[in-house]
């Protein structure tokens, strides 16, 4: 007899920030799965808030603002209610999202976003964008510290003027190393599932060449095409990616991959 959740059984390390990991949790425990939350990243402040809250104090200046993860979305609205700034100057403003997940977060603050790019990468942002025209254009893009130059760049040789303070950083969280290599040891991980590059590369920073040795026959999961290329670059095979880069397409596909098993 078949199970009753077809992802029963299974056993799945979830890397996303703790705060950010419950609705991917209960998405997979919804399916039958076991997911353990152990974060191979944590989000935290800028070293300093100046230069955003600076750019941020002329919002009517910017004809363009691009926010690329709810993580970005949440610290620009927490910013603006801390500056005690109006948010109806948004409405004056082509408001990017990069993906559904960014736009629903942005909605939730009682703003529309504009443009939402099919392709949600940094370079689907630049394509729609770019179809728009940027030249003239002053463009706020608060960011997250290690994200890819290429928006900044792009636009910037398509002659807009891009400001891109930093809005949050990615740090190895305390803690967290020690508890996945006990859990790789035990062997009894059917997957490692991985939201962004930096949730892999931390993984790597923490447990280093053991990893593939730790590894054994544990899948890894990616839920889009550049965290499945900083996968690959580092010499590990990408056994499950979405077709859509979003959580409720990964756990799809992963129900999808289990029962092709069968």
Excluded at 75 to 82: A, G, I, N, P, Y
Excluded at 149 to 162: D, F, N, R, Y
Excluded at 182 to 197: K, R, V
């Amino acid at each position: 007899m078949k199970p009753q959740f077809p992802l029963s059984g299974r056993r799945f390390l979830v890397t996303r920030d703790q705060a950010q990991a419950e609705d991917f949790v209960a998405m997979l425990e919804n399916q039958g799965a076991e997911a353990l939350c152990i974060p191979t990243i944590e989000i935290v402040p800028p070293k300093s808030w100046k230069p955003l809250d600076f750019a941020m104090r002329d919002l009517d200046e910017f004809d363009i603002l691009i926010l690329t993860s709810v993580n970005g979305v949440e610290v620009f609205f927490e910013r603006l209610l801390e500056n005690n700034q109006y948010y109806g100057v948004l409405t004056d403003i082509l408001v990017v999202a990069v993906g559904p997940k960014t736009a629903q977060a942005i909605e939730r603050n009682c703003i529309h976003p504009d443009l939402i790019p099919e392709d949600h990468r940094a370079e689907g942002v630049v394509d729609l964008l770019l179809q728009h025209g940027v030249k003239g254009k002053r463009v706020l893009y608060p960011r997250a510290e290690i994200a890819r130059p290429l928006i900044i760049e792009k636009l910037t040789a398509a002659g807009a003027e891009v400001v891109a303070p930093v809005a949050y950083r990615t740090i190895v969280p305390d803690g967290s190393a020690e508890k996945i290599r006990a859990l790789l040891n035990q062997g009894t991980l059917d997957a490692i599932c991985f939201s962004s590059s930096s949730t892999f590369n931390n993984l790597l920073a923490m447990l280093g060449d053991d990893f593939t040795e730790l590894q054994g026959q544990t899948k890894l999961f990616s839920i889009g095409p550049q965290t499945s290329e900083t996968i690959r670059k580092h010499g590990y095979n990408v056994d499950l990616e979405p077709q859509q880069w979003t959580l409720d397409a990964l756990v799809q596909a992963m129900v999808n991959y289990y029962q092709n098993l069968e």
